[in-house]
């Protein structure tokens, strides 16, 4: 009978608190409605309201179970839903030559943000989220790497927050720079394509300049999604064939399954939904929601992890690093774009 009780109990704080997770979500998405609030998005508005909630209510522990059931299992069939976002047939047929250009972004993204951070000896870890983030597609790659790097919950939503308000102050300044640059409209694309960190920061800079150059940014961001893929197996290579500051063996990795899934949902939705199995625009409409839904209430669990006592000492650093890191990125390719 105890043992039948605990069951019904587990079961019934696993449900209640992914419910948790989940109103945090809807008001994330309500509060995104709000002006200034809609440039950063419904999963930065959900995280920044678990974590000011943590700060002030303290963590919700009778929800504990269903909370980590978000952040871990939710966040990773999220990734793998994500994958229907990458269209690969079109980023081999017209997007090789920006995939190159994409390399070099994520490339230069990661090796400059950890070079700063050593120098300004910041959290080393907090540092490689956020160069992936904005070297590859933001929240997405930072959500998708943390368990690949064993990141900590506290620094994986930290960088995730740090990560689109980031994004969103330079595609509005990217936005405003518009009128002012000689370069044409589609070399404009490119650049924030290549640059920016979220697929929603690139839509947000490049729809002013027109349809053309917001296809060429779109697909130039693509590119970097589909990047994360092999970004993730050099990371599993170097996480197996390193020591930890310890001297911890890292040796036993995980192989995050979720990965194949992200790779499958990219090849169906790519070749195999709306070619093979006919689709409206209302059902991708309803998937991408129940995606970015599901995404957001996976970054309320994280949020919930964050204590902002430690956030100044862990974050100052790594963010400053970022910040040079995304001005160098954006010249970089500002002289790739006007070529």
């Known amino acids: 009978m105890s043992t039948l009780t605990k069951g019904s109990n587990y079961w019934r704080k696993l449900l209640l608190g992914i419910g948790f997770t989940f109103i945090f979500a809807l008001f994330g998405y309500l509060l995104s409605l709000v002006p200034g609030f809609n440039r950063v998005g419904p999963l930065a508005s959900a995280i920044m309201l678990a974590i000011t909630y943590r700060q002030i209510a303290g963590y919700p522990e009778f929800f504990r179970i269903g909370i980590e059931f978000s952040s871990k299992y939710l966040l990773r069939f999220a990734i793998i839903l994500y994958g229907l976002k990458l269209n690969m047939d079109v980023i081999f047929q017209d997007g090789l030559g920006l995939l190159l250009k994409g390399t070099i972004t994520i490339i230069f993204a990661i090796l400059v943000t950890i070079y700063l951070a050593k120098l300004f000896k910041g959290n080393a870890q907090i540092a490689l989220l956020l160069g992936v983030g904005t070297g590859v597609c933001g929240a997405a790659a930072i959500a998708a790497i943390a368990p690949i790097v064993k990141a900590k919950d506290e620094d994986t939503a930290i960088s995730i927050g740090i990560i689109a308000l980031v994004g969103t102050v330079f595609s509005i300044i990217y936005a405003l720079l518009l009128p002012l640059l000689p370069i044409s409209d589609v070399q404009y694309g490119i650049w924030s394509g290549l640059s920016l960190h979220e ?60 990965l194949l899934g992200f790779i499958a949902m990219s090849l169906f939705g790519s070749y195999v939904l709306g070619d093979l199995v006919p689709v409206t625009d209302n059902v991708m409409g309803v998937i991408s929601f129940a995606t970015t839904f599901i995404l957001t209430s996976a970054m309320v669990g994280l949020g919930l992890n964050v204590s902002l006592k430690d956030v100044k000492n862990k974050a100052m650093r790594p963010l400053f690093a970022m910040l040079i890191a995304s001005v160098l990125v954006s010249i970089l390719m500002y002289s790739i774009a006007g070529i």
Do not use: Q, Y
């Not at 590119?223 to 036993?252: A, H």
């Open 199 to 258: 697929l929603a920061h690139v839509a947000l800079a490049a729809e002013p300049a027109g349809e053309e150059a917001l296809a060429i940014a779109l697909l130039a961001k693509l590119g970097r999604v589909f990047l994360l893929v092999p970004l993730c197996f050099v990371l599993i290579f170097w996480v197996k064939n390193r020591k930890s500051v310890d001297g911890t063996d890292n040796t036993k990795v995980k192989f995050p399954m979720f």
